[in-house]
């Protein structure tokens, strides 16, 4: 089943986002497959960034994502990983449809809470850029045949 890498950011663990923010994934119905608590290196925010290295925010897009710890996640459920880009919103909250996560919460594009995976073979890629295979955990929820036909 197709997988997709959230990630919760600094401004989203300082404004004590984190159990809203899987709640909303845990009750639309996908499955919860990888997650971790860490402080990201700089190397790690780099490669995670790269397509962006050019950009002029580059350098504190960066500088942020390593400032305080961050909630990475792995999500698994059918269409999973346009669904999460839905329930994220646009990158800047104020563009963002109030009902998704950056429209209710944020209102600054360099703070926009949440990361997610924008297509199917990126979300392959920063899966395992951020997980190993041992740290992912396929499991069987109990209510799958209440979630799907
Ligand atoms: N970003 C920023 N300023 C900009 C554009 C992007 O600070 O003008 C940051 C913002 O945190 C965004 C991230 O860079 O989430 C990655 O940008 P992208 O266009 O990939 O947006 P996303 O996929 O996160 O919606
Ligand atoms: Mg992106």
């Given at each position: 089943m197709e997988r997709t890498f959230l990630a919760i950011k600094p401004d989203g663990v300082q404004r004590q986002l984190v159990g809203e923010i899987i709640r909303r994934f845990e009750t639309k119905g996908f499955t919860l497959v990888g997650l971790k608590f860490m402080k990201v290196s700089r190397e790690l925010a780099e490669s995670h960034y790269g397509v962006h290295?050019?950009?002029?925010f580059f350098a504190g897009l960066v500088d942020f994502i390593t400032s305080g710890p961050v909630v990475a996640m792995v999500w698994e459920g059918d269409g999973v990983v346009a669904a999460a880009r839905k329930m994220i919103g646009a990158t800047n909250p104020l563009a963002s449809e109030p009902g998704t996560i950056r429209g209710d919460f944020g209102v600054n594009i360099g703070r926009n809470i949440i990361h997610g995976s924008d297509a199917v073979e990126t979300a392959q890629q920063e899966v395992s850029l951020w997980f190993k295979d041992e740290e992912l955990v396929s499991w069987e929820p109990q209510i799958k045949s209440w979630l799907y036909e």
């Open positions: 290295r050019e950009r002029p």
